[in-house]
């Protein structure tokens, strides 16, 4: 008993298998896979699902974020760069920024392709029109993003929509309350959605990290989660 014990613990352990547990647990047999992004993993998750349900490899799928038990070196390694707020309070985009907060969650999300949904009868809460991603390539630091390599994100992601930058009303960012990084974020939404914006209503700008600090592999799913439910309220 005590070696079996051990092989499932050992193999309980490596990131990497943890989708395929949850697939045995509840008896999924379609794709699964564990996606490392850093703070985009959900995100990426979430893409490689559409694209899967979009190629007709499956019907439905389940995606989202995962990030618990912070550990030590964590707050170590973010501490080096200067990067945890002093105030331990997370401020996107405001004066007062001095740094993120760090927090734990996970959050799902169920999805479908739209006519499948509607045929069912399901309560669809959202429909993703457009997915866009991009990186810096040889930008300044990983902790460093430049307002270049976030605004082709935004601007492949309108394209994939095909929206105009001048109808979109509301943008959850991913404002880490991180000084360089907020900067740029801001100076990226202003060249994508500020040039030449004929609608006459503010954009709104809001980062849910305010509320529950910064989720890291899951953020990305905990700001769509929030941003869904703004719309519901809207």
């Given at each position: 008993?005590?070696?079996?014990?051990a092989a499932i613990a050992a193999?309980?352990?490596?990131?990497?298998?943890?989708?395929?547990?949850?697939?045995?647990?509840?008896?999924?047999?379609?794709?699964?896979?564990?996606?490392?992004?850093?703070?985009?993993?959900?995100?990426?998750?979430?893409?490689?699902?559409?694209?899967?349900l979009m190629a007709g490899d499956?019907?439905?799928?389940?995606?989202?974020?995962?990030?618990?038990?912070?550990?030590?070196?964590?707050?170590?390694?973010?501490?080096?760069?200067?990067?945890?707020?002093?105030?331990?309070?997370?401020?996107?985009?405001?004066?007062?920024?001095?740094?993120?907060?760090?927090?734990?969650?996970?959050?799902?999300?169920?999805?479908?392709?739209?006519?499948?949904?509607?045929?069912?009868?399901?309560?669809?809460?959202?429909?993703?029109?457009?997915?866009?991603?991009?990186?810096?390539?040889?930008?300044?630091?990983?902790?460093?993003?430049?307002?270049?390599?976030?605004?082709?994100?935004?601007?492949?992601?309108?394209?994939?929509?095909?929206?105009?930058?001048?109808?979109?009303?509301?943008?959850?960012?991913?404002?880490?309350?991180?000084?360089?990084?907020?900067?740029?974020?801001?100076?990226?939404?202003?060249?994508?959605?500020?040039?030449?914006r004929k609608n006459p209503k503010?954009?709104?700008?809001?980062?849910?990290?305010?509320?529950?600090?910064?989720?890291?592999?899951?953020?990305?799913?905990?700001?769509?989660?929030?941003?869904?439910?703004?719309?519901?309220?809207?």
């Amino acid at each position: 008993v005590p070696v079996v014990v051990a092989a499932i613990a050992a193999v309980g352990a490596v990131p990497s298998s943890v989708s395929n547990r949850i697939a045995q647990v509840f008896g999924i047999r379609g794709m699964n896979m564990t996606v490392d992004a850093a703070c985009a993993s959900s995100f990426v998750a979430i893409d490689v699902a559409c694209n899967a349900l979009m190629a007709g490899d499956a019907n439905i799928a389940i995606a989202g974020g995962v990030d618990l038990g912070t550990n030590p070196p964590i707050y170590v390694g973010f501490c080096r760069v200067d990067g945890l707020s002093t105030q331990g309070m997370s401020n996107p985009f405001d004066d007062t920024a001095d740094g993120l907060v760090i927090g734990e969650g996970v959050g799902m999300v169920v999805l479908k392709r739209l006519e499948d949904a509607i045929a069912n009868g399901d309560n669809i809460r959202s429909v993703i029109r457009g997915i866009g991603s991009s990186s810096d390539g040889a930008g300044q630091a990983i902790y460093a993003p430049s307002a270049k390599g976030r605004s082709e994100a935004l601007h492949n992601a309108l394209n994939h929509a095909e929206m105009e930058h001048s109808k979109v009303q509301f943008i959850e960012a991913h404002a880490t309350s991180t000084i360089v990084g907020d900067a740029n974020e801001y100076d990226a939404i202003s060249m994508v959605y500020g040039k030449g914006r004929k609608n006459p209503k503010p954009l709104q700008l809001g980062s849910v990290k305010q509320q529950i600090g910064h989720l890291k592999a899951a953020a990305g799913v905990a700001g769509l989660l929030k941003a869904v439910l703004a719309m519901e309220k809207a």
